[in-house]
């Protein structure tokens, strides 16, 4: 099991001191890069906070009578607004990427009747000394229900505090970012991250692969890594995006000899089924990242995502058309954005492969 707080210990002894002081904010605002475990040090310093022992780090106890009532989700002094389309998502299962299961026909933002209905809950009593908020993601509340959620957060009751995560601080209102106190968090040191994945049993080899490919995110490294592995705690999502990017990293390598069709026809029967449009998402966002690692060793440096396939990247921009390089990231912008409803996800695939193998075209 991965402690997160000890992942951001610099936020964390932070917040426990000034929760010692009597000086802990009301509102909290963490931010940082989606899958670096936010949402999980949002949920630990929630147990923090109801605790009735925390110990001398601040960690809950985990068996007092308000722990056990946070670890069973019935808290009375706990409530977590998220987008009813996460609702049926485990809480901590992911970071960043709540909406893999997400059922499009439900709403992804969060609702004014959601927040409103908080009002209740601030102003009855506590059962046993603090009430914890947990908002997330943040930037999933429109302008009404932002503004809704103004009035408690500029005067909440005593021992009522408020947690916003979010992975895209910017989209907040500005009145929401300045009543509260930023928290921001970082993607932790390699060296930490690795350690943590060797105790969730992935090995330093395969941990430091994945890190890489997820941009040093360690949550969705460990998942990948045990999706790749084939783990018993994987999950069907992960599973999903390994065979995507396998699929791909089969064809990239070949340039000029890549087969669109074939490719089109290998992704699409990995994608098809999925109503969330997340896998064809994911999909988009590889290429753009192989694409990156293109760019930067045409420039003479070192791939970012797929260090491993050095040696091969170099290879590939021996001959490749600089003026199709420069505007493939365009195309994969505009296909990004198409992806959430295409007509016809075998000819949207040919297309996008079809272009990439024109990245090896000689000028005209």
């Not at 947690?163 to 500005?174: C, G, N």
């Not at 040093?216 to 999502?237: I, P």
């Not at 396998?246 to 026809?265: K, N, S, V, Y």
């Not at 109503?275 to 045409?298: C, E, F, K, P, Y």
Request: glycine share 6%; aromatic share 4%; with cysteine.
């Amino acid at each position: 099991m991965i402690l997160w707080h000890d992942i951001h210990p610099g936020a964390w002894t932070q917040l426990q001191r000034a929760r010692l002081d009597g000086r802990l904010p009301h509102a909290l605002l963490l931010t940082g890069p989606a899958g670096i475990g936010k949402l999980a040090f949002a949920e630990d310093l929630a147990s923090s906070l109801l605790c009735d022992s925390p110990r001398d780090n601040g960690v809950a106890c985990g068996t007092c009578t308000s722990c056990t009532w946070h670890a069973s989700g019935n808290h009375p002094d706990f409530r977590r607004i998220r987008p009813e389309a996460y609702e049926d998502d485990v809480f901590g299962e992911d970071d960043g990427k709540a909406s893999a299961k997400a059922d499009r026909k439900k709403s992804e933002q969060i609702r004014i009747d959601q927040v409103r209905a908080l009002e209740s809950f601030i102003q009855v009593g506590s059962h046993r000394g603090r009430r914890v908020i947990l908002i997330e993601p943040a930037e999933a509340m429109n302008e009404a229900t932002a503004n809704a959620l103004l009035k408690s957060l500029e005067e909440p009751p005593e021992g009522v505090h408020f947690l916003l995560v979010s992975h895209a601080a910017e989209r907040l209102l500005p009145t929401v970012r300045s009543r509260t106190r930023a928290v921001p968090m970082r993607v932790p040191e390699q060296s930490v991250a690795l350690s943590q994945l060797k105790v969730m049993g992935i090995s330093t080899q395969n941990g430091a692969l994945w890190l890489n490919r997820c941009a040093g995110a360690l949550r969705f490294a460990l998942a990948l890594a045990q999706a790749a592995d084939k783990d018993s705690a994987a999950t069907d999502e992960a599973i999903a995006e390994v065979a995507i990017l396998e699929a791909l990293l089969a064809q990239l390598p070949l340039g000029e000899r890549l087969d669109p069709l074939a490719l089109a026809r290998s992704c699409e029967t990995l994608i098809k089924g999925d109503q969330s449009g997340l896998r064809l998402a994911q999909l988009i966002d590889w290429l753009q990242r192989w694409t990156l690692d293109l760019q930067l060793v045409r420039l003479g440096s070192t791939a970012k995502t797929f260090p491993e396939l050095q040696a091969t990247l170099e290879k590939l921009t021996a001959g490749i058309n600089d003026e199709a390089l420069a505007r493939f990231p365009e195309v994969l912008l505009e296909a990004r954005r198409l992806s959430a409803h295409p007509l016809n996800i075998r000819l949207f695939l040919e297309s996008i492969f079809s272009r990439a193998v024109g990245l090896f075209e000689p000028r005209a």
